[in-house]
């Protein structure tokens, strides 16, 4: 939702509360009234089945981080007093008072229509002699004058003030008349389930953030490896570089390496600290960027097993916030079209500009359509692939295991040394990142395509 959209609909929200006065229409309905709850399900956000334990003190848990997020995110509680503040209307008072300040326009109407010409300039009469006297003729004639200038302005005023009454009347109908049809609920309504798509949009923010933080830390502790693989080789090559086996240069170059790979490493430190401190401020704690988060859920193979495409699909669709604002677009430039059917003739250019502009409407109504679709359809796959990733990385990790396990047996027989050891336990550690990478991917992707069906958001 766009902040220029959310402003409208809090001006419409401000305008109507603010309203002094309501509106006398004919041939009246009991107001109908639209409960914006009804138009989407309070929260309705994805994976919140069960009730977590509260996280201990510096910590922060994936389970738990939808529910901090909506309590302590600034925008999220923003959005929160502004959809409590359009709930909030009372269109019935409004609706009474829009009545009242049409029945005090119409009688101020009514007030100048009898008035007539009472407004003009008052008469001013003189005696026969004094106008019969040559001396005063002068006088008279700047007295006429003054009196025809003032009947002027009086006239002029009075036709202003009509204007004015007629455009105040005529604004306050088109809204009685809007909330006597609904039009008002409905675009209210409307507000609130925007707004409610941009508050679920910001904890789906967290959570993506969240994802790339446990991600960033798995890369922080694989450069930890790669650094002390490093320091084991230095150590090393420091010996045989004693030994006359190996140049300085040589030495130099993987020091140079290792350097290099440690710039890196603080890099990516001070990432993942700023990107917790903007997590932090999103759960309305303190930025330090010291938070502690727990690792990400494992999707299940029945959560896997449950996911049906087609269904799924119509369940987004239905959901989906963006495709509801695409069909009221779409709405609007057919009503637009048959305005212009009304007004101009079908051998006029104006109609053909109408008739083109409908048809690229309606193209790009079935654009959002079918991308909507392909992208679902391609999360749905996603969701697969990263599945099948996950299976071949633990069944690789299966066979790294036992390959470590007879690597330690031969260093327990002393056929092995130590660094050898350490070496094949890199290797084991890596197979096990496959395995950890491939297990977020899967819940990232899972994640994604749970908010599509249930709120119709596409990542």
């Not at 320091?231 to 570089?241: G, H, N, P, S, T």
């Not at 699909?313 to 048959?338: G, I, N, P, R, V």
């Not at 697969?384 to 330690?408: G, H, N």
Request: aromatic content about 6%; charged content about 25%.
């Amino acid at each position: 939702m766009s902040k220029k959209a959310v402003a409208m609909v809090l001006t419409v929200v401000l305008v109507f509360s603010l309203c002094g006065a309501t509106a006398l229409a004919d041939g009246e309905t009991p107001p109908m009234q639209t409960d914006p709850a009804q138009v989407v399900s309070d929260e309705q956000t994805p994976q919140q089945d069960t009730q977590t334990p509260a996280d201990p003190e510096g910590t922060l848990s994936y389970e738990n981080l939808e529910q901090r997020v909506r309590a302590g995110d600034l925008k999220i509680l923003i959005l929160e007093e502004n959809i409590a503040r359009a709930e909030s209307v009372d269109f019935t008072q409004l609706k009474e008072e829009l009545r009242d300040q049409l029945n005090t326009i119409a009688d101020k109407q009514w007030s100048l229509i009898t008035a007539g010409g009472s407004f003009g300039s008052p008469e001013i009469s003189f005696s026969p002699e004094f106008m019969a006297n040559p001396d005063n003729q002068k006088l008279l004639g700047v007295i006429g004058a003054m009196q025809q200038g003032m009947s002027a302005l009086t006239s002029l005023a009075t036709s202003s003030a009509r204007q004015s009454l007629d455009q105040a009347y005529a604004t306050a109908r088109e809204q009685f008349d809007a909330l006597q049809d609904g039009e008002t609920q409905k675009s209210i309504a409307d507000g609130v389930r925007q707004m409610r798509d941009m508050q679920n949009a910001e904890v789906m923010l967290a959570q993506a953030t969240y994802i790339q933080l446990v991600e960033l830390n798995a890369a922080l502790n694989t450069l930890d490896r790669s650094l002390a693989a490093m320091d084991r080789q230095i150590e090393e090559l420091e010996l045989r570089y004693e030994l006359g086996q190996i140049s300085a240069l040589t030495l130099k170059q993987v020091k140079t390496a290792r350097s290099s790979l440690a710039s890196q490493r603080e890099s990516y430190a001070l990432t993942a600290r700023t990107g917790l401190m903007g997590l932090e401020f999103m759960i309305g704690a303190g930025p330090t960027g010291t938070t502690k988060l727990t690792a990400l859920p494992l999707v299940t193979k029945e959560q896997l097993a449950a996911m049906d495409l087609e269904k799924d699909l119509e369940a987004a669709q239905q959901a989906s916030y963006s495709l509801y604002s695409a069909k009221k677009t779409l709405d609007d430039a057919e009503q637009t079209f048959k305005d212009a059917q009304k007004e101009y003739g079908e051998r006029e250019y104006q109609y053909t500009q109408a008739q083109h502009t409908w048809q690229a409407d309606q193209y790009t109504y079935e654009a959002t359509i079918k991308g909507f679709e392909i992208s679902f359809r391609t999360l749905y796959a996603q969701v697969k692939d990263y599945a099948q990733v996950l299976d071949a990385a633990q069944t690789a990790l299966a066979v790294e295991q036992e390959s470590y396990a007879a690597e330690q047996l031969k260093y327990e027989q002393g056929n092995l040394s130590h660094n050898k050891l350490l070496d094949a336990a890199d290797t084991l550690a890596a197979a096990q990142d496959k395995v950890d990478t491939a297990q977020r991917n899967l819940f990232s992707a899972y994640n994604n395509y749970r908010w599509a069906v249930d709120c119709g958001i596409l990542n």
